[in-house]
């Protein structure tokens, strides 16, 4: 067999990873058993993540795609918003919860990490409805910016089911756009009358 090497070894061991991930669930898959799928040794792994949780995350983002490199341009604000929570709870179907949970109990330094991405995706989309007068500003406290993603976080981390479209959209209708000053009349893109 050809030795392979650098970005098409590490696309192997993440395809790898994401079907033991698929086919054995989060609590079963190994350093060990990802290894074998991926007919290499463990330390090869051990290289390049430190533990089985950096692994599934790289694995989630390479057959997932990044929130962080796809966030929503609709012209809405409230689109916007919405299609981040819609893809966290698609994600979180997708994996289930025992992935989820399993991730945020051995990964506590993820929490930092998707905290801070999350909260640039929002600073995106929020520069955006200013721009286009949707809201006044969007120097928004770093509290208010965050609010959905973290509320969203609430409700996938309590939850062991899927989170419903209504609490997705309540939590952008009811919470996020009142909290920014968002009018309804201002969604279809037009600025409000000064």
């Given at each position: 067999m050809e030795r392979r090497r650098g970005?098409?070894?590490?696309?192997?061991?993440?395809?790898?990873?994401?079907?033991?991930?698929?086919?054995?669930?989060?609590?079963?898959?190994?350093?060990?058993?990802?290894?074998?799928?991926?007919?290499?040794?463990?330390q090869v792994l051990y290289r390049r993540w430190r533990n089985r949780a950096e692994l599934v995350i790289a694995a989630m983002r390479q057959h997932l795609g990044s929130i962080v490199e796809n966030v929503p341009d609709t012209g809405s604000l409230r689109d916007d918003v919405l299609g981040v929570l819609q893809q966290m709870a698609d994600r979180f179907t997708r994996l289930g919860p025992d992935t989820v949970h399993g991730l945020m109990a051995e990964a506590p330094d993820l929490d930092p990490e998707v905290y801070s991405r999350m909260t640039g995706v929002m600073a995106t989309i929020v520069k955006r409805a200013a721009e286009r007068g949707e809201i006044a500003t969007d120097d928004l406290p770093v509290a208010v910016l965050t609010a959905p993603t973290n509320l969203m976080r609430h409700e996938i981390f309590f939850s062991h089911a899927p989170v419903p479209a209504s609490t997705v959209t309540a939590l952008v209708d009811d919470v996020f756009l009142p909290l920014v000053g968002f009018s309804q009349g201002t969604s279809d893109g037009e600025a409000p009358p000064s």
């Open positions: 970005a098409e070894l590490e696309a192997v061991l993440l395809d790898a990873a994401w079907a033991e991930l698929m086919e054995s669930g989060y609590t079963q898959l190994t350093m060990e058993s990802v290894a074998a799928r991926a007919q290499t040794g463990k």
